[in-house]
T-cell receptor
């Protein structure tokens, strides 16, 4: 079963708007990662946030982590059409043998 | 440039045939590689962990004899789908772990079994 559940499953926004997606998980984690997947392609690592971190930035990306609520959010600011993709959270948890477990993903469509 | 190379990117085969997919780590040696399967509009499901020089570790519910994994060198792992059937049609993706814990993914291989 999947460790992470993502919300929303799909998101459609206009270019320039911000996109926010959330990830909830069930067990304690070592870190949480976000990946991006263009249609029919492999995944690309975006950002990793450790369990003792609360917020992290990378360019137009902002990730938060709330371990008390077992949730994380990914914010893409000033979105561009090229940001259209599926975004997955993945958790690295000792209970899973330190293997990454992926959430269901959020499909983001940025309309020009 | 690409860190992980996966080949072929797509393959169509007849039911009953076997298909081999290669995953190469280009930039560094990989004692471990991961194989995932992804159905349309769904998440990645870990199939197995490929271990260089030893047997692969399969996830629960994954048939070892159906999905043969060989990791003969530190840069190459192969996944062979044996006696493929239409239900094996899927997107197969390999990944290589790096420090500090993130994964580099191949571009995936789309298998269509007729």
């Amino acid at each position: 079963s999947q460790q992470g559940e993502e919300d929303p499953q799909a998101l459609s926004i206009q270019e320039g708007e911000n996109a926010t997606m959330n990830c909830s998980y069930k067990t304690s984690i070592n870190n949480l990662q976000w990946y991006r997947q263009n249609s029919g392609r492999g995944l690309v690592h975006l950002i990793l946030i450790r369990s003792n971190e609360r917020e992290k930035h990378s360019g137009r990306l902002r990730v938060t982590l709330d371990t008390s609520k077992k949730s994380s959010s990914l914010l893409i600011t000033a979105s561009r059409a090229a940001d259209t993709a599926s975004y997955f959270c993945a958790t690295d948890a000792r209970a899973a043998g330190n293997k990454l477990t992926f959430g269901g993903g959020t499909r983001v469509l940025v309309k020009p | 440039g690409a860190v992980v190379s996966q080949h072929p990117s797509w393959v169509i085969c007849k039911s009953g045939t076997s298909v081999k997919i290669e995953c190469r780590s280009l930039d560094f040696q990989a004692t471990t590689m991961f194989w995932y399967r992804q159905f349309p509009k769904q998440s990645l499901m870990l199939m197995a962990t490929s271990n260089e020089g030893s047997k692969a570790t399969y996830e629960q519910g994954v048939e070892k004899d159906k999905f043969l994994i060989n990791h003969a060198s530190l840069t190459l792992s192969t996944l062979t789908v044996t006696s493929a059937h239409p239900e094996d049609s899927s997107f197969y993706i390999c990944s290589v772990p790096s420090l500090p814990g993130e994964l580099f993914f191949g571009e995936g291989s789309r298998l269509t079994v007729l």
